[in-house]
């Protein structure tokens, strides 16, 4: 027993050093004030066509959720996302909804489960795939659904959830994203720019080596 | 003889129809029982009936989370937040399951911290119980961001998150995002390993 949980127990340690390198550190995410990333990597709608974040900017700014089919948390706030991004599409914000997530171990994140997402729900944005997960990655995004809200300037100025009440629209108390949507909107300053809320964790494919 | 052979034949098949028969009775019985809705939680395959209906799920917010970490008696603390409907937390609990069973006598200190919904109690529960976690059976209470906050600053709100602490209650090392058995045994092993 003592025989083999030494080396066992090394090993770990080993382990555990090298882990030491790398864990203990969260996802690096863009910070209010930056710049959008990645803003002209195309990326294919449910429509058949490609955007890129630059296309997709409207006058007063652009407004980028990360989303996907499978999860929970991003089905409780589905109709709230897409009213929202409607809405702003209006108001002179461009949205886009990306879904980065690898298809491979949920089957509803792919291609013919957004289309038909998109077709239930109304969506009149682009709904896209990040076929590398490389653009998740620049923005450093780690759930779904996640909000990232830029101005006119393409300066972040909101990023974060949709509003504090997930499974009951009806009790939404501070609506987050549609405020932070309806500042920019109106030349206003975002009151709270910073906001989070529990999300599947994004199932990024594999790091690509370009 | 031919009588003789006759009666032992008998005998020996009537031998073991006895057992059989005590057994089919009970069996018969249970089925009985479970069509007239007798027998809560026995179900055909068995699994069912070891889901405890009544497993105390115990609501905690994330300073309470912090002050069971800094209770005395353990070299280690892992914090795993989960939910049932989440594919990387469902993969990775067994793991977690085994290291603390392993390491227990060793000093590490498992608690698991389920992120489901009120409502969605009877699936925690199952869960729980289908992989034998040992208690306490903790569940997220209150707004998220509080919680999440209050948790660790690092935390963006993905699930799963798993944080190890020392002794003295000081974060060593957190992750987002599912992991291995072998992950999970490092982060924990130097803590384990070192003088008290």
């Not at chain 2, 602490?165 to 045994?185: L, N, T």
């Amino acid at each position: 027993m003592h025989a083999l949980r030494s080396p066992i127990s090394r090993l770990a340690a080993l382990a555990g050093l090298a882990l030491a390198l790398t864990a203990g550190q969260a996802r690096a995410q863009i910070a209010i004030g930056d710049a959008v990333p990645m803003k002209d990597v195309k990326m294919l709608g449910v429509d058949g066509k490609s955007v890129t974040l630059a296309s997709v900017a409207g006058k007063k700014g652009t407004l980028v959720v990360f989303t996907c089919d499978h999860c929970p948390w991003a089905k409780m706030w589905q109709t709230r996302v897409t009213e929202i991004g409607n809405a702003a599409g209006k108001a002179g914000i461009g949205m886009v909804a990306i879904n980065a997530n690898d298809p491979t171990d949920y089957p509803e994140d792919g291609m013919d489960g957004m289309k038909q997402r998109a077709k239930d729900l109304k969506i009149k944005f682009p709904y896209v795939v990040d076929a590398t997960s490389d653009v998740a990655r620049s923005f450093g995004a780690t759930r779904t659904p996640e909000a990232f809200l830029f101005d006119a300037d393409g300066k972040l100025v909101y990023h974060g959830t949709i509003d504090d009440s997930p499974k009951d629209a009806s009790a939404v108390k501070d609506a987050y994203l549609k405020d932070a949507v309806n500042a920019v909107s109106t030349g206003k300053t975002v009151t709270t720019a910073e906001t989070k809320s529990m999300g599947c964790s994004i199932k990024y494919r594999a790091k690509s080596t370009s | 003889m031919r009588a003789a052979a006759r009666a032992r034949y008998s005998l020996a098949m009537a031998r073991p129809a006895l057992p059989r028969l005590a057994v089919l009775a009970p069996a018969a019985l249970l089925v009985l029982l479970a069509g007239c809705g007798h027998a809560p939680g026995s179900g055909a395959s068995g699994k069912a009936a070891a889901t405890p209906d009544t497993l105390p799920l115990e609501p905690v917010t994330a300073e309470q989370i912090h002050q069971r970490v800094r209770e005395p008696g353990a070299r280690a603390t892992l914090v795993n937040v989960w939910a049932s409907w989440c594919g990387p937390c469902r993969e990775e609990f067994p793991s977690i399951v085994s290291l603390a069973e392993r390491d227990r006598a060793r000093g590490l200190r498992v608690l698991f911290v389920s992120a489901d919904f009120e409502e969605q109690a009877p699936e925690t529960r199952a869960f729980l119980a289908s992989h034998h976690t040992p208690g306490p059976w903790l569940v997220k209470t209150g707004k998220d961001q509080e919680f999440i906050d209050g948790l660790d600053q690092r935390w963006s709100g993905a699930l799963p998150v798993t944080i190890v602490y020392d002794p003295a209650g000081k974060p060593v090392q957190f992750w987002e995002g599912g992991a291995d058995s072998a992950r999970f045994a490092a982060a924990v092993e130097p803590l384990l390993t070192s003088q008290p």
